[in-house]
């Protein structure tokens, strides 16, 4: 059986600045890729969007009981969605052998960027480094999902991705707000 490669998926994840950006000020790229994220849920453009400022804010944010459930019904949703027409267009076994590839071997290099992100900023909570590159690993698995199932990159999994890639981290959104870290 021939691997299949995680460029064959995902073009450039290799390169991807995983957490590079967490706690910077938000660029202009990041609020547009984050305003095409929200959109692509179902959000209104005028959204608002912040940034938590560092690890413990981000921590807070993601273990806040007021945080939208929305986004996650969603993308639940959206994640059955295509693995049924990906099912259909790969079948079973070729589907999961894809999506294996496209994430185990990427997931050392996430845990090790969120490691080093979270060491660089004094933070020793192993928990919290998992969070983070459990995270990263699920959107790189969706975005995967999502091209694997022949859809293009304004979908709503190819656009988170596209936020981890840049170096940020999605958190949610609580109290109407969406925050990157």
């Given at each position: 059986?021939?691997?299949?490669?995680?460029?064959?998926?995902l073009?450039?994840h290799?390169?991807?600045a995983?957490?590079?950006c967490?706690?910077?000020?938000?660029?202009?790229a990041?609020?547009?890729?984050a305003r095409a994220y929200?959109?692509?849920?179902?959000?209104?453009?005028?959204s608002?969007?912040?940034?938590?400022?560092?690890w413990?804010?981000?921590e807070?944010?993601?273990?806040?009981?007021?945080w939208?459930q929305?986004?996650?019904a969603k993308e639940e949703?959206e994640?059955?969605?295509?693995?049924r027409i990906?099912?259909e267009?790969l079948?079973?076994d070729a589907?999961?052998?894809r999506?294996?590839a496209?994430t185990e071997?990427?997931s050392?290099?996430?845990?090790g960027?969120a490691a080093?992100a979270?060491?660089?900023?004094g933070?020793?909570?192993?928990?919290?480094?998992r969070?983070?590159?459990?995270a990263a690993?699920?959107?790189?698995?969706?975005?995967?999902?999502?091209?694997?199932?022949g859809?293009?990159?304004?979908?709503?999994?190819v656009r988170?991705?596209?936020?981890?890639?840049?170096g940020?981290?999605?958190l949610?959104?609580?109290?109407?707000?969406?925050?990157?870290?």
């Open positions: 059986m021939t691997p299949i490669l995680p460029s064959l998926v073009p450039n290799a390169d991807a995983w957490f590079a967490l706690g910077f000020p938000l660029a202009p990041d609020l547009r890729d929200l959109e692509a849920l179902g959000y209104p453009p005028d608002r969007i912040a940034v938590a400022a560092d413990k804010q981000a807070g944010l993601i273990r806040a009981p007021d939208d929305r986004w996650w949703s994640r059955e969605r295509l693995m990906a099912r267009r079948g079973h589907l999961l052998e999506l294996t496209a071997m990427a050392h290099s996430i845990h960027a080093i979270a060491e660089r900023d933070i020793a909570d192993a928990a919290l480094v969070a983070a590159s459990g690993t699920m959107a790189l698995h969706g975005a995967a999902l999502a091209r694997l199932a859809q293009g990159p304004e979908h709503l999994f988170k991705y596209t936020l981890f890639e840049s940020r981290w999605p949610g959104v609580v109290g109407g707000v969406f925050y990157l870290f």
